[in-house]
């Protein structure tokens, strides 16, 4: 069984390495972390731990497939984290046989066998400012497993979330700590619950161009891609998209 909050789509893929892709999402319950700025904090705060369900992978598939029909071929999975869950290796696989790519988004906390199963692998390791410290060793550990099945350029990517100049000295040091894997810095959302869009967005796109800037003027950071989730500034901070 699968603790599942959120089961939504067909929508588009707001963030990192397959940005723009039309595909489904499976918010999973649970979190190893707290971060302060968490912006999908209901997954392990217990606001809503009412909507907590317990889905079998075939639940999954039959409640996909209610809520997006023919129209997708791709679906993200997301938390929480959902690299605590030893069990989903089978639900990456009923997806594959049913013609879906999976993605994955995780913190790199955590090692699943079923990772080298992940199409897109999004790896997010967290800067100073969400209070988390990272382990490097647990990272390294991922990625040499990654590197041996040799999906380091193709199925994976790092991104990191960035909102000050300490997040950015992190990211630059996790970008040259592990060079070869495709590397991605994201606008941070100072304030995840608001429903004054047109504030948060304006904000954001600020906050981007200055990211940008960090990144133009960083010798350390050429190889490196520099998005804002695409999804809040369409949607602002709504729920399900
Ligand atoms: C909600 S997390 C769930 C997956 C996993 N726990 C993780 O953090 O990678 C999905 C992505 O959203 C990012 N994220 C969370 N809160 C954010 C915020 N306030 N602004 C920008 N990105 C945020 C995370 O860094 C992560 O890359
Ligand atoms: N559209 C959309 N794109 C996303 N990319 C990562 C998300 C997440 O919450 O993990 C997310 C999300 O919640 N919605
Ligand atoms: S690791 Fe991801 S889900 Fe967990 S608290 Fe941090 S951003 Fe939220
Ligand atoms: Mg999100």
């Not at 649970?30 to 392990?44: E, I, K, L, V």
């Not at 606001?47 to 997006?68: C, M, N, P, T, Y």
């Not at 997301?78 to 993605?103: E, F, M, T, W, Y």
């Not at 995780?106 to 988390?132: A, E, H, R």
Request: proline letters at 5%; hydrophobic letters at 40%; glycine letters at 8%.
């Amino acid at each position: 069984m699968i603790p599942v909050l959120e089961i939504f789509g067909p929508t588009i893929q707001g963030e990192g390495m397959v940005v723009g892709r039309k595909t489904m999402f499976v918010r999973t319950a649970g979190c190893d972390y707290r971060c302060t700025w968490c912006d999908s904090a209901f997954t392990w705060d217990g606001s809503a731990k009412e909507d907590i369900r317990q889905l079998s992978v075939e639940d999954v598939w039959h409640e996909l497939k209610q809520a997006g029909g023919e129209n997708f071929d791709h679906v993200t999975i997301s938390g929480g984290n959902p690299a605590l869950l030893r069990h989903l290796g089978d639900l990456i696989d009923l997806l594959h046989n049913n013609g879906c790519q999976v993605a994955l988004e995780t913190q790199g906390s955590v090692w699943q066998d079923w990772f080298l199963n992940i199409d897109d692998l999004t790896i997010s390791p967290k800067p100073p400012s969400s209070g988390m410290e990272t382990d490097f060793s647990k990272l390294d550990d991922i990625l040499s497993k990654v590197e041996e099945a040799d999906r380091t350029t193709t199925h994976t990517s790092l991104k990191v979330v960035v909102f000050d100049k300490a997040d950015f000295a992190y990211a630059e040091h996790v970008h040259q700590r592990y060079p070869q894997v495709p590397f991605y810095v994201q606008v941070g959302n100072p304030d995840p619950l608001t429903d004054e869009q047109t504030n948060l967005v304006s904000g954001l796109l600020d906050d981007y161009e200055a990211l940008v800037d960090r990144v133009v003027a960083s010798s350390a950071m050429n190889n490196v891609r520099v998005l804002p989730q695409l999804h809040v500034l369409i949607w602002g901070n709504k729920r399900g998209v």
